[in-house]
């Protein structure tokens, strides 16, 4: 070991050239040490449950504000890309705060950072970006099918005037219409965007266009209106002043019939000349470009959360490995300002990347497995001189080239990544993981059928491959995740006799089968909750077949011998949790636990649940 | 000891003191139950009650200064790259090097390491002439230090529609510092008793006319005639003593090629075979100094591991020239094997003779979507006799690349190979193997 004496009064330092530098060898240990401890100390933290406020099931952030400035970074592709892959995962390294927040992780010091906008019952509350929809309150099979449409598809009656061509760089043939006369034509409430399948692979990109809106807004999102459309390609007018199309060197000029002619002639026609397309309703609103799964809009004070700490963006990673949406990068999200009441909705766009298709072509193996670019996977094959062979290496085999290469074969989902490094979803914990994995285990096959069956396949085996891929992707999240958490979900309290309840839940593994056996035993302790020092035991470690807590007599009995009358107030130190663990090979081998925080309401004289602490 | 105690001590305080929250706060009521979510109960807060976001603190924004910085770094790169997006600006470069339809144009072309020994120069190219797939290619090279190398050439795939193939080159050589080392197999590597240097002039034209045989079988016949003139170079000079020094040669060359190729691609193999045979007659038409024949034959094997993504290529090459009625082999034509003729551990020059035999293994494998690995391994002697040939005297040379190919073509080649006398660097654009025997350039 290198020793170093500092001499007292000895400069400390070192000229070179008439550089005056300071020797790292001779800054005193204790600074170094204080450092050392001062990042620990801002990397090291643990999660617990804010129980100190109400809980909450809509966020305040429909706030007024002023009209915001066009976000555009996001709309570069080469960038976008280059930055999730590289800059963005360095930068990242830099970001002490983070950096070291990971490791504490790592060596069991720290809680990672858990999304910041959900609410005591670690879900999220309603708010411009998402709203509680199938999860929580099922949909009709009618509601699924329906997605966000309000029954607005392009009027075929009307003669089409095409206002302009697709705007972005993907490779998937369309341009955008107006379906009313051309005085009407100025507001783009009436405006669609049309897209339209390759020659190659006929129904494939408008299916997923058509199928994955339906999910992602069952699931909470916010999408535009996607309509199947069926026309006559004669029925085009182009406009005389209005429509532009990006030429030589992406400069915008008048777009003419010969533009959306040579469009048309990329695209399949039916045997009766129509041609098969889906219409992407105009969103309502001011169009102020993509949000980025990371940081927030300066200029927007509704937008309090960082976006990579979102737990519905951080989760969307889960629901988008389900539907292999690979192609999650910013511009394919849309930030509008509704210039009426001020404040900006987030959605989600262009889904033509997603289960089979990759915009105009099928997918390739590698996506949905690795990124684009892939450090990791490229220093393992370099690594391996080849001896690894990743499990995706596989040649493309399409079963129907109206779906693409979509499987559940090569599916994991520990692994599935998309096209881009998402930072959101590179943010994702445990608990954003089961979150999604709640939302995708949600849909029944039946929900999945009626979903699946808007994509219109002319194949009726290509409809029900997609099910069947469908059902077993999310058979696989429900099985993995449901499995590194303890998924005891929908806590109630219910009245039995007199002033007794019954704490009664469900364990998601063993209603959808996902669990290694059909029965659970839970093994529980009652504790009252204290905000600092050790916790009065209320209930000893009991153990229950049955997804019922009895909070009966002798429980309340011990209770109140163990908490004051002062505390029996309904204020903050009237609060219980019980601690709930699973093991499903009769007491073996115990899950992570589950605390559930309950709130004696004296004016009730009832418990309630406040609170829900999922350990990781 | 006493450091690390109160370390210690500090850390199990501090990270058991720092808790983080971040749940949407409002003013609604309690729910009573989690599965029944209530839509509506959230009213405006006070702007001090509303939720930030844990990493907004203070402390978390001094942390993530490095961050800023590292954008800060970037920005520029950022700027350029939308800049290089908004303006198109490939398409531009583009446009500046190819055609609309990017079948033909000049593009710059490089090399480190190459027959040459390194250079810059143009190459202007059609590879779809009349709509017919013919192809028609010009190239000119100033290699270092002054060495010049002009190239045309001419392909027809179906001469005037029928089975027939023509391919027409024309080679332009100024080769001001050309090594050669004398002594075949055992010539020493030292500058002093070693490496010679020549100058080379040298125009070639060479017509080949083939056609399909049966199946991946296809015949073709070889004519090529051809002007060198070659002196001693500055430095050490190559010796006067050695065939073709100080004088000047106009020959033609004659002869059949048989080959059967069953590769799946030309440019990226994974699979098949490729067998090639010739036989060539070389005779002096200006004098009675140089006569010779020659016969290569080459054999390789593609062998796909794992569906194809990984490929073992065998490779067995062996070259030899003979003189007739006496006569002599320029040494410029004589057999070669170096860094750019198969022996890749080895510089530019490094072993001539009569006669050449090498084999070679190589192991691809992917790393990337259009980038592959290679590790590969050398093994080849020249020798004047075959009766010359030993076991003990094969020259090893082994080493590690990569390829940037692309599906049909193949754009640059990085390898690094190690023989007992040092490190080759090579860095190039080329089809791997293919060469021309009886040509200065080979592998060019």
Redesign the interface.
């Known amino acids: 070991m290198r020793k170093h004496v500092s001499m007292p009064g000895s400069h400390q330092m070192k000229q070179f050239g008439g550089m005056i530098m300071l020797s790292p060898y001779i800054w005193p240990?204790?600074t170094l040490?204080s450092i050392?401890?001062l990042?620990?100390?801002?990397?090291?933290?643990?999660?617990?449950?804010?129980l100190s406020?109400?809980?909450?099931?809509?966020?305040?952030d429909r706030?007024p504000i002023p009209e915001p400035e066009e976000e555009t970074?996001g709309q570069?592709?080469?960038?976008d890309g280059?930055?999730k892959m590289i800059?963005y995962r360095?930068?990242?390294f830099?970001?002490?705060?983070?950096s070291?927040r990971t490791v504490?992780t790592w060596i069991g010091?720290?809680?990672p950072?858990?999304?910041?906008?959900?609410?005591?019952?670690d879900?999220v509350?309603?708010s411009t970006w998402y709203?509680?929809r199938h999860v929580?309150?099922r949909l009709s099979q009618e509601e699924l099918s329906r997605g966000s449409t309000t029954g607005q598809s392009p009027d075929s009656t009307n003669e089409w005037i095409v206002m302009s061509a697709k705007e972005s760089?993907g490779s998937t043939p369309g341009f955008v219409i107006c379906d009313k006369p051309k005085e009407q034509c100025d507001q783009t409430q009436h405006w669609y965007l049309i897209k339209f399948d390759s020659l190659s692979n006929p129904e494939m990109t408008t299916a997923s266009e058509m199928i994955t809106p339906r999910f992602l807004h069952a699931a909470g999102y916010n999408v535009p209106e996607h309509y199947l459309v069926t026309f006559d390609p004669d029925k085009f007018t182009v406009h005389p002043t209005k429509a532009k199309i990006r030429g030589?060197?992406?400069r915008k000029r008048l777009m003419t019939k010969e533009d959306v002619n040579a469009i048309l002639d990329r695209v399949p026609h039916r045997p009766d000349g129509t041609i098969r397309a889906v219409a992407s309703k105009y969103l309502p609103g001011k169009p102020k470009g993509p949000f980025l799964y990371e940081r927030?809009r300066s200029d927007d004070s509704n937008d309090?959360?960082?976006h990579e700490?979102r737990r519905e963006l951080r989760g969307l990673g889960v629901v988008a490995a389900f539907l292999n949406h690979t192609d999650t990068k910013a511009a394919n999200a849309l930030d509008m300002y509704d210039l009426e009441k001020r404040y900006i909705t987030h959605y989600l766009i262009d889904f033509s990347s997603t289960l089979g298709a990759d915009n105009a072509d099928p997918q390739l193996p590698?996506y949905g497995n690795e990124y684009?670019?892939d450090f990791g996977t490229?220093a393992r094959?370099?690594g391996s001189?080849?001896a690894y062979?990743k499990p995706w290496?596989?040649?493309l085999h399409m079963d129907y080239p109206s779906v693409g290469y979509f499987n559940a074969e090569y599916f994991d989902p520990s692994r599935w990544r998309p096209t881009f490094p998402n930072p959101a979803f590179l943010h994702m914990t445990l608990r954003d993981a089961y979150w999604g994995a709640k939302i995708v285990t949600s849909f029944t096959d039946e929900d999945i059928e009626s979903i699946v069956r808007t994509g219109e396949y002319t194949d009726i085996r290509a409809e029900q491959y997609v099910a069947n891929v469908l059902k077993q992707r999310r058979d696989k999240i429900g099985t993995y995740y449901f499995k590194l958490m303890n998924p005891l979900?929908?806590?109630?309290?219910q009245a039995t006799q007199s002033d007794a309840q019954t704490l009664s839940f469900e364990n998601l593994a063993v209603t959808h089968d996902y669990a290694p056996a059909t029965r659970a035993t839970y093994r529980y302790t009652i504790r009252r909750h204290v905000e600092y020092g050790h916790d009065a035991v209320i209930v000893e470690e009991s153990h229950i077949n049955s997804p019922q807590i009895p909070l009966d007599q002798s429980f309340l009995e011990a209770w109140a011998t163990r908490t004051s009358s002062a505390n029996m107030s309904g204020d903050n130190t009237s609060i219980i949790y019980t601690t709930i663990h699973t093991s499903y090979d009769d007491g073996e081998n115990w899950t992570i636990p589950v605390n559930v925080y309950l709130?004696f309401?004296p004016s009730g004289q009832?418990f309630?649940?406040?609170g829900?602490d999922r350990e990781t | 000891m006493n450091a690390m105690i109160i370390f210690l001590f500090i850390l199990m305080v501090s990270v058991g003191g720092c808790a983080s929250t971040g749940p949407e706060r409002s003013q609604s009521q309690q729910s009573q139950s989690t599965a029944v979510v209530k839509q509506d109960l959230g009213t405006d807060l006070p702007e001090d009650m509303r939720p930030t976001d844990e990493e907004d603190s203070l402390l978390y924004t001094i942390l993530a200064a490095p961050e800023y910085l590292w954008k800060g770094f970037t920005y520029p790169i950022k700027k350029m790259s939308i800049l290089y997006e908004e303006v198109d600006l490939l398409e531009r470069v583009l446009d500046v090097f190819l055609n609309d339809a990017r079948t033909g144009g000049v593009v710059p072309r490089f090399e480190f390491g190459g027959a040459l020994g390194g250079g810059i120069g143009l190459t202007a190219f059609h590879n779809n002439l009349f709509n017919q797939k013919k192809r028609i290619r010009a190239s000119y090279l100033i290699g270092f230090p002054d060495n010049h190398a002009g190239e045309f050439s001419y392909n027809d795939p179906a001469v005037l529609g029928s089975p027939y193939t023509l391919d027409f080159n024309l080679l332009g050589l100024d080769v001001d510092r050309g090594r050669f080392f004398p002594g075949g197999n055992r010539a020493p590597k030292d500058r002093d008793g070693g490496q010679t240097n020549f100058e080379l002039d040298e125009i070639s034209g060479d017509v080949t006319v083939g056609r399909p045989i049966v199946g991946d079988f296809s015949g073709s016949f070889f004519s090529r005639m051809f002007y060198a003139d070659a002196k001693a170079g500055s430095g050490r000079d190559i010796p006067a003593m050695v065939p073709g020094v100080g004088t000047s040669l106009t020959a033609f060359e004659v002869g059949p090629q048989l080959t059967y190729d069953s590769r799946d691609s030309q440019f990226r193999p994974s699979d098949g075979w490729f067998i090639d045979a010739t036989f060539t007659y070389t005779n002096q038409v200006d004098g009675n100094t140089f006569e010779y024949v020659g016969y290569t034959a080459e054999v390789q094997r593609l062998i796909p591991i794992f569906r194809g993504n990984r490929v073992l290529l065998l490779r067995a090459y062996l070259a030899k020239l003979n003189s007739l009625n006496d006569r002599a082999i320029p040494f410029y034509e004589l057999n070669r094997l170096d860094r750019n003729h198969g022996l890749r551990g080895y510089e530019r020059g490094r072993w001539s003779d009569e006669g050449a035999l090498l084999f070679n293994a190589e192991w691809r494998y992917p790393v990337w979507a259009q980038t592959e690995g290679s590790l590969f391994i050398d093994a080849g002697q020249v020798f004047n006799e075959f009766r010359d040939l030993e076991t003990r005297t094969f020259r090893l040379s082994a080493g590690a690349g990569f390829r940037f190919v692309t599906k049909e073509n193949f754009a640059l080649r990085v390898q690094v190979a190690g023989s007992e006398e040092g490190m080759q660097l090579l860095l190039k654009g080329d089809v791997e193997f293919q060469r021309k025997r009886g040509t200065f350039l080979g592998g060019l």
Not at chain 1, 53 to 60: E, F, I, M, S, V
Not at chain 1, 76 to 79: L, R, S, T, Y
Not at chain 1, 94 to 98: D, E, K, L, Q, V
């Open positions: 240990r204790a040490w050392l401890c990042f620990l100390f801002l990397g090291g933290c643990y999660n617990h449950v804010d406020g109400p809980l909450t099931w809509k966020a305040d706030r970074e570069w592709f080469i960038w280059a930055h800059f360095v930068g990242q830099f970001n002490f705060g983070r070291l504490g010091l720290a809680d950072i858990e999304a910041g906008n959900v609410n005591a019952l879900e509350p309603n709203t509680n929580t309150s760089l030589k060197y992406r927030k309090r959360i960082l700490n590698r684009f670019l490229v094959s370099m001189i080849g062979v290496e596989i040649p979900d929908h806590f109630t309290l709130r309401n009832k309630e649940v406040i829900i």
